[in-house]
Structure formats: structure tokens, C-alpha cells
């Protein structure tokens, strides 16, 4: 079992710039999920997919933050434009239906810094 | 977001010695916990849940208590070792939507050799 698959681990931008995150989820697990974590903030979450499905964006700051799952192992989150605000480390997490537990499985992150 | 993170405790522990870690939740709508573990450069790490119906949960060196009358969870780690030196988070789950994990604001262990 590989994990939650996270790319890139580290991302630089400049501020304006469009940054695409991405996110290969376990096989067979059904839910995916977006986290930003940042000191001021801690862990909170920005949008949840069942079955591909988004399904509650409302930790989504704003207009300039999408996220799709066009299937069930790929999911990006876009920022567009970038500011320095954004910096922060993205973690993807992933779940499946019926599981043992509620608890996710998270990815390594991706540690984003906007200049 | 629904996680508060303004200030991160910091508990200092002699390696061997027990750890206790505590956490305080506000939400009567809370219904099971969960404590991660989030290693540097890591992501947050399931260590062991526990349902409301529940009052104790036991893992392997590791105790869940809650105390639902003062809305209080701890975890306490036995034998304390410099591997468990990280941010250790309570995270719950709510009957309104048992899909969301709303994380604590952590708390770091450091184990001194």
C-alpha cells in the first residue's frame, strides 16, 4: 500500500501564479480530502469529495481556490492567482466507506510558498 | 475552516516517564475522537479513536480517557521514547456530520534522552 501520494512535496511561486496540488488517493478508499495547515490556523479543512463528488467546499477561502476529482485516484486543488497569504502545507487525506474507523489516512503534504 | 491553531502547548517529558496530553472540546454534538500523531515533514498519523459511549480506550502504550461531563480527552502514553517527540492532535467528529474531522490546535511532546 503506497500511501496517500501528494506532489509536488515542496512548491515556490510567485505571487499571481497559478499552482495546481495534487493527489493520488489509496485504492478503494472512497472519500478524499483537502486540509490546510498553517501555524495562525492549525489543521482546517477546504473540501471533501464522496465517490467524486465535492460535497461541503465551505473551508474553501475563496473564488481563487478550486479543487476537482475527476476520478477515483486523482484529485488537484488550483489556486489561481496565488498570493502570499496561500503559503501554507496542503495535506490530502483519504478514507473508505465502512472502514473500521473514522480517521483518515493523510499524505506527506505539499509545503506551498507564495513570494 | 472550523480548526482553531493560535497557540501550540509544548510538554516536556523525561524519556521513560509517562506522558499525558490533554484536550478540551466545547461541542455537545461531538460523538467520537480521534488522536493523530504529526511527525516533522509528516502528515497527521491515526494513533487510536474512541466513541462517546466510551469512557477508556487502550492501544498498544497508549490510553484514550474521556470525561464527557467536563468535555475533556486525554491520551497518555506510557514509557515515553525520543520516537514519540511530536505534535500530537485531538481531533472529533460530530453527529452532524460524521464525514468532517475538526482537529484541535495540537500540543508538542518533546523527549528528552
Known amino acids: 500500500d503506497a500511501g496517500v501520494i501528494q506532489s509536488p512535496r515542496h512548491e515556490v511561486t510567485e505571487m499571481g501564479q497559478e499552482v495546481t496540488l495534487r493527489c493520488k488517493p489509496i485504492?478503494?478508499?472512497?472519500?478524499l480530502f483537502w486540509y490546510r495547515q498553517t501555524m495562525m490556523r492549525g489543521l482546517e479543512l477546504l473540501i471533501y469529495?464522496?465517490?467524486?463528488?465535492?460535497?461541503?467546499d465551505s473551508g474553501m477561502p475563496e473564488d481563487r481556490f478550486s479543487a476537482k476529482m475527476p476520478n477515483a485516484s486523482f484529485s488537484t486543488l488550483k489556486i489561481q492567482p496565488s498570493e502570499p497569504r496561500d503559503s501554507a502545507v496542503y495535506f490530502c487525506?483519504?478514507?473508505?466507506?465502512?472502514?473500521?474507523?473514522?480517521?483518515?489516512?493523510f499524505g506527506s503534504g505539499t509545503r506551498l510558498t507564495v513570494v | 475552516g472550523e480548526s482553531v491553531g493560535l497557540h501550540l502547548p509544548t510538554l516536556s517529558v523525561q524519556e521513560g516517564d509517562n506522558s499525558i496530553i490533554n484536550c478540551a472540546y466545547s461541542?455537545?454534538?461531538?460523538?467520537?475522537f480521534i488522536w493523530y500523531k504529526q511527525e516533522s515533514g509528516k502528515g497527521p498519523q491515526f494513533i487510536i479513536d474512541i466513541r462517546s459511549n466510551m469512557d477508556k480506550r487502550q492501544g498498544q502504550r497508549v490510553t484514550v480517557l474521556l470525561n464527557k461531563t467536563v468535555k475533556h480527552l486525554s491520551l497518555q502514553i506510557a514509557a515515553t521514547q525520543p520516537g514519540d517527540s511530536a505534535v500530537y492532535f485531538c481531533?472529533?467528529?460530530?453527529?452532524?456530520?460524521?464525514?468532517?474531522?475538526?482537529f484541535g490546535p495540537g500540543t508538542s511532546l518533546s523527549v528528552i534522552p
Open positions: 461541542n455537545s454534538a461531538s460523538d467520537y
Open positions: 487525506a483519504s478514507r473508505r466507506e465502512g472502514q473500521r474507523n473514522y480517521g483518515y489516512t
Open positions: 481531533a472529533e467528529i460530530r453527529k452532524t456530520s460524521y464525514d468532517k474531522v475538526i
Open positions: 485504492s478503494g478508499h472512497n472519500s
Open positions: 469529495f464522496n465517490n467524486n463528488v465535492p460535497i461541503d
